[in-house]
């Protein structure tokens, strides 16, 4: 009900014009659904899931435009209600609950209820051991959940149960109330529904797809994606051995059960798939987002814009271009050549994440000795190797390069609080550590020969996503850090793509080939790298949440029940393995007095910074830039006004256009005026979806700009009259009154 009244106070607030209007201006049967505008938001949307959106932090701003959370941290820094209604904490005979009212008016965008049951079933499926979800350990408060989580056991005897919009939580004992208030701002934690995600099943690895398919995603937050688009760049292809596929016969027939459905085999071979990217995607209003349909209220009462359409085609210099030209409105993810030239006009803020590298202390790489044998060795098992790696970093030249970084001074990112408050943030109090400062390569390499270590015999790779140009120019850097002009070892970089979705689901016995698959991050999830760039995104703005998967019983990896009767705990990703860390985090964890936890946070990351498991390169700085101009956020405050200091999304749940009259018109020129040039670039949505079509014939048809050209074009053609220019017009007024 809060977000109504403020919408409402912004109605009273705000002179707009009618067809931007005011929250609740546009009925339900109106022809005019609302603004369409264009935006440059990310190009890497290839999963949605909220559980997965902690390795990339232009992921998680897409994510937190669809999907809502029980809280979320506001402009001041302070937890506040978001798909709750409230909640309230009881003691009875010795045990603690709390009780979570959901708020009635929470839809998701098929008009379904958000219910209670959809966060035991998210909560339960974070907590799935089979899942190897970090973000288990936030939950460990509740009784039986870290006992599931550990040993597969105990599902339904964990003390979270549902009826219909309230929530009830039974505790292990005592907490810190605000402290477990935040955890659930995470993402992470957003409800899901169980009908359309399914059960995580063994082996199955298509469970996931759920959230790269328009078609099957709900969304509980403002806005759903309902269209993405995909073109095949054939020149790039990616092994990969993670495929499934149908079993056949030698004479290449399908095999069939005895109930004549199909076998499925998981692909054993290296096998080469042609790159898939995205080329645009539309991101529209969720028109159930605390709107009540039954009773007719207006379209745009919570959520202004009816679509956001990206185009991810255009070329750097295009991006460019249209945001100067006023047609782009924010560019959310400014390309990497763009950024020298807009650094001093971009907006930024503390993205709360950390730009690292995992060292995979199980991966075995190869080392070729004097006589030319070979020989696996695990390299990054050596804590000397890692700690040099890290002082070989020059992390405020790679700072300077990505533009919008700072050199990390830690893991824990810029931004993320001590305890529980914005007040005070873990960096203030945090002191420098050995191995983050550069050292010179020959005393390095002195230190190397001391362990035995000869670089040159050691050959790995640094595995990258080939999509993310910022972690492709970090891992540029680390190879020549490291390679044969830095340290002396032999660094390749494996860049990792994106290939049409190639494994079979056995639900449909088919291959929907619509989305894709993130070899990147299948890799990382099969622990099949050596070593491996991506961003350390804070799962919630306590620290706890940071350090805590390094310990191996809250690293939320998968329990190993195949060699004995009793679970094997896995160790993080990383393969860090520390009895004295594992204590600090269980002493943490035991500490329900949140002030009393600072002292021991800060000594676990200190630990860290000296086993160096996983080694910090710079802190992220989201930048946009936002056509002010033109677009109008709804007078909300926003991340500039206060430094960021806080754990809260961008959104556009108010944005609207100053003149949309006048921007309509000028997007229909831009497009006009373009579209023989994009139809000739085979990567751009008008050359996949149009091909050799006519202006004419696009005008008529197509699906993402229709509605600039919707009754403006005759049967025989389209004929565009562009306004005059602000000179001519005022030259002819001047001569009309001579």
């Known amino acids: 009900m809060k977000k109504r009244i403020i919408a409402l106070l912004l109605c009273l607030v705000m002179t707009v014009s009618v067809f931007a209007g005011c929250a609740g201006s546009i009925d339900a049967d109106s022809d005019y659904k609302g603004e369409q505008i264009m935006m440059y938001l990310s190009e890497d949307i290839y999963n949605l899931d909220p559980a997965y959106a902690y390795k990339n932090a232009a992921m998680t701003s897409i994510v937190s435009l669809i999907f809502d959370t029980l809280f979320t941290v506001d402009s001041t820094g302070k937890v506040s209600p978001s798909l709750a209604k409230s909640y309230r904490t009881e003691e009875k005979d010795g045990s603690f609950f709390m009780y979570i009212e959901i708020n009635e008016e929470a839809k998701w965008s098929d008009n379904n209820p958000v219910t209670a049951d959809d966060v035991v079933y998210a909560w339960k499926r974070v907590l799935n051991p089979k899942n190897s979800f970090e973000a288990a350990a936030l939950l460990f408060d509740i009784k039986g959940a870290r006992e599931y989580n550990l040993t597969g056991e105990g599902k339904d005897a964990m003390g979270i149960s549902a009826d219909q919009k309230l929530l009830t939580i039974e505790f292990e004992g005592k907490i810190d109330v605000d402290q477990f208030i935040l955890n659930l701002t995470s993402l992470a934690l957003a409800p899901l529904r169980e009908d359309i995600v399914g059960e995580m099943k063994d082996n199955d690895k298509q469970a996931d797809d759920w959230a790269k398919k328009p078609s099957i995603m709900v969304a509980s937050g403002p806005f759903k994606l309902t269209k993405v688009g995909y073109y095949t760049n054939g020149a790039v292809e990616y092994l990969d051995v993670n495929y499934s596929d149908k079993k056949v016969d030698a004479n290449n027939k399908i095999i069939l059960d005895k109930n004549g459905n199909p076998v499925f085999i998981d692909g054993t071979e290296e096998k080469k798939f042609a790159e898939q990217k995205i080329s645009s995607y539309m991101l529209e209003r969720n028109l159930y987002y605390y709107r009540n349909a039954e009773d007719g209220e207006k379209l745009d009462v919570s959520v202004v814009p009816y679509r956001i359409i990206v185009d991810c085609s255009l070329t750097d210099e295009e991006i460019l271009q249209a945001y100067r030209d006023g047609i782009i409105t924010y560019v959310g993810d400014i390309p990497m050549s763009l950024r020298s030239d807009v650094e001093a006009e971009a907006k930024t803020y503390n993205s709360l994440s950390t730009n690292a590298c995992y060292l995979n202390q199980k991966a075995l790489v190869t080392r070729t000795l004097a006589d030319g044998s070979t020989e696996s060795v695990a390299l990054f098992a050596n804590e000397t190797v890692r700690q040099v790696l890290s002082m070989a970093i020059d992390r405020e030249t790679i700072a300077g390069q990505l533009v919008f970084a700072e050199a990390a001074t830690g893991l824990v990112p810029t931004g993320v609080y001590d305890t529980n408050s914005v007040k005070k943030l873990f960096r203030d109090t945090a002191t420098a550590y050995e191995y983050l400062a550069k050292k010179e390569v020959a005393a390095l390499k002195a230190t190397l020969a001391e362990a035995d270590i000869v670089p040159s015999e050691y050959s790995f790779s640094i595995?990258?996503?080939?999509?993310?140009?910022?972690?492709?120019?970090?891992?540029?850097?680390?190879?020549?850090?490291?390679?044969?002009?830095?340290?002396?070892?032999?660094?390749?970089?494996?860049?990792?793509?994106?290939?049409?979705?190639?494994?079979?689901?056995?639900?449909?016995?088919?291959?929907?080939?619509?989305?894709?698959?993130?070899?990147?991050?299948?890799?990382?999830?099969?622990?099949?790298?050596?070593?491996?760039?991506?961003?350390?995104?804070?799962?919630?703005?306590?620290?706890?949440?940071?350090?805590?998967?390094?310990?191996?019983?809250?690293?939320?990896?998968?329990?190993?029940?195949?060699?004995?009767?009793?679970?094997?705990?896995?160790?993080?990703?990383?393969?860090?393995?520390?009895?004295?860390?594992?204590?600090?985090?269980?002493?943490?964890?035991?500490?329900?007095?949140?002030?009393?936890?600072?002292?021991?946070?800060?000594?676990?990351?200190?630990?860290?910074?000296?086993?160096?498991?996983?080694?910090?390169?710079?802190?992220?700085?989201?930048?946009?830039?936002?056509?002010?101009?033109?677009?109008?956020?709804?007078?909300?405050?926003?991340?500039?006004?206060?430094?960021?200091?806080?754990?809260?999304?961008?959104?556009?749940?108010?944005?609207?256009?100053?003149?949309?009259?006048?921007?309509?018109?000028?997007?229909?020129?831009?497009?006009?005026?373009?579209?023989?040039?994009?139809?000739?670039?085979?990567?751009?949505?008008?050359?996949?979806?149009?091909?050799?079509?006519?202006?004419?014939?696009?005008?008529?048809?197509?699906?993402?700009?229709?509605?600039?050209?919707?009754?403006?074009?005759?049967?025989?053609?389209?004929?565009?009259?562009?306004?005059?220019?602000a000179k001519d017009a005022a030259t002819e007024a001047e001569t009309s009154a001579n």
């Open 463 to 725: 595995t990258v996503a080939a999509y993310d140009e910022a972690h492709c120019a970090v891992a540029d850097a680390l190879c020549a850090a490291w390679g044969e002009e830095g340290l002396g070892f032999k660094v390749t970089l494996n860049k990792r793509g994106t290939v049409a979705n190639n494994d079979v689901h056995k639900d449909v016995a088919g291959v929907p080939s619509d989305l894709c698959d993130d070899l990147w991050a299948e890799d990382l999830a099969h622990l099949d790298y050596q070593a491996a760039v991506l961003d350390l995104v804070a799962i919630s703005a306590d620290p706890f949440s940071v350090l805590a998967p390094f310990a191996t019983t809250f690293s939320g990896q998968a329990v190993d029940m195949s060699s004995s009767d009793e679970p094997q705990h896995s160790t993080h990703i990383t393969g860090y393995n520390s009895a004295e860390y594992d204590a600090l985090i269980e002493a943490i964890f035991a500490e329900k007095t949140i002030e009393n936890r600072s002292e021991n946070l800060h000594k676990a990351e200190a630990q860290l910074m000296e086993d160096m498991p996983v080694i910090p390169i710079v802190f992220n700085q989201s930048a946009y830039l936002i056509n002010e101009d033109i677009l109008d956020l709804g007078n909300k405050i926003l991340f500039w006004d206060k430094a960021s200091e806080y754990y809260a999304p961008i959104n556009f749940d108010k944005a609207s256009i100053n003149n949309y009259e006048d921007y309509e018109l000028a997007c229909a020129k831009y497009v006009a005026d373009n579209f023989e040039k994009w139809q000739a670039n085979p990567t751009s949505y008008f050359a996949l979806s149009f091909g050799e079509a006519s202006f004419a014939s696009f005008a008529h048809t197509n699906s993402n700009y229709f509605y600039l050209f919707k009754g403006k074009y005759g049967t025989e053609g389209y004929e565009f009259i562009p306004a005059k220019p």
